[in-house]
């Protein structure tokens, strides 16, 4: 305290998250001494403490919606040299998978930021952990990860199994498996990747062959406990990984808490990030979401969604409205004469 007010960058903050420091000059220290006696002590404003916009977008992005995520940073490479490859090979695209809209035929997609569609999210986000862990920087890992020290099954490890990086295929059953088995929801995957991503960011780990399973059950541990209201036990994982113990679940749930510094939050300008890069992700690897006809029925339910929130919205304005005036109603509203001088 004393006589001076301290930056608001704390010199022993932690060295887990990834942080630009700031300069002395970026972030001046106000004193008493520099104010004249007349002015009396001078604050500094909270606007000066903070963090300038391009020192925040340097932060972790599933802190940040302005940063960029990470799974769709490290599959730009290979987007990139796949559509060089089809322009030096001269490769024709085939097909036309997708469907588009004429005057007679209109086609929705059901997949919605608050409503996604499982099947498609789960295997967009299956994509972004198998580019984290094909265009990892190095193999930093941590022992309660490592699935040789802490198997999920009986079955022997192979000698390999750290250096042998899995398909696509094999991530997405894994978690449709466990979401299926869970019953989890599509907005519990998003968050999962969301808390992958913090993991890795906070931790200074690496996603790798060795790890990823138990990373990813982790997250989704955690994920289906925060997001959903009626979550899933420890215990009924247990049910569904026939080898693995309680204890371990436990102990793997109290790491991945420590290691995100208990930080689970999730703003919804976050989240909504993550969903559209899930989506430019599906785009740039031609995995398209399932689009259907518009119907005289899903036409109608549209309708009456469109109409129920435009009648909530009306509500809401009302009341406001009537908020507004109340102090008017103890006296009764008046219409007063301007007095002209």
């Given at each position: ?61 599933s802190d940040h919606p302005r940063a960029s995520t990470l799974f769709l940073n490290k599959s730009q490479t290979d987007v ?70 802490h198997p999920l099954s009986k079955e022997k490890v192979p000698d390999d199994y750290s250096v042998v990086d899995p398909e ?174």
């Amino acid at each position: 305290m004393g006589g001076s007010v301290s930056c608001c960058i704390s010199p022993g903050e932690s060295p887990k998250i990834l942080r630009r420091r700031v300069d002395l000059d970026e972030c001046p220290i106000t004193t008493t001494e520099d104010v004249s006696e007349d002015t009396g002590t001078y604050l500094q404003h909270i606007s000066d403490r903070e963090l300038p916009d391009e020192l925040a977008q340097e932060v972790n992005p599933s802190d940040h919606p302005r940063a960029s995520t990470l799974f769709l940073n490290k599959s730009q490479t290979d987007v990139r040299e796949k559509r060089k490859s089809n322009y030096m090979n001269h490769t024709s695209p085939g097909l036309l998978t997708k469907k588009y809209s004429s005057c007679s035929t209109i086609f929705i997609d059901d997949s919605t930021v608050s409503q996604p569609n499982l099947k498609s999210t789960i295997k967009c986000v299956s994509l972004a952990i198998y580019y984290h862990i094909k265009n990892r920087d190095s193999n930093r890992s941590l022992d309660i990860f490592d699935e040789k020290k802490h198997p999920l099954s009986k079955e022997k490890v192979p000698d390999d199994y750290s250096v042998v990086d899995p398909e696509h295929k094999l991530i997405y059953r894994f978690i449709r498996t466990l979401f299926s088995s869970a019953q989890l929801t599509a907005e519990c995957a998003i968050v999962t990747l969301v808390y992958l991503e913090r993991l890795l960011t906070y931790a200074e780990i690496d996603i790798c062959p060795c790890n990823w399973k138990r990373i990813v059950l982790g997250a989704i541990l955690l994920a289906s406990k925060v997001w959903d209201d009626q979550a899933v036990w420890n215990v009924d994982y247990c049910q569904i990984l026939k080898d693995i113990t309680v204890e371990d679940m436990n102990e793997m749930e109290r790491h991945f808490l420590e290691l995100l510094q208990f930080n689970i939050n999730v703003p919804a300008s976050v989240y909504a990030k993550y969903y559209f890069d899930l989506r430019s992700l599906a785009d740039d690897n031609n995995l398209s979401f399932p689009l259907e006809p518009l119907s005289n029925k899903r036409a109608q339910k549209l309708e009456a969604i469109s109409r129920l929130c435009e009648d909530k919205y009306k509500d809401l304005s009302r009341s406001a409205m009537r908020r507004s005036v109340s102090a008017d109603n103890l006296i009764g509203i008046r219409n007063s004469q301007a007095v002209l001088s």
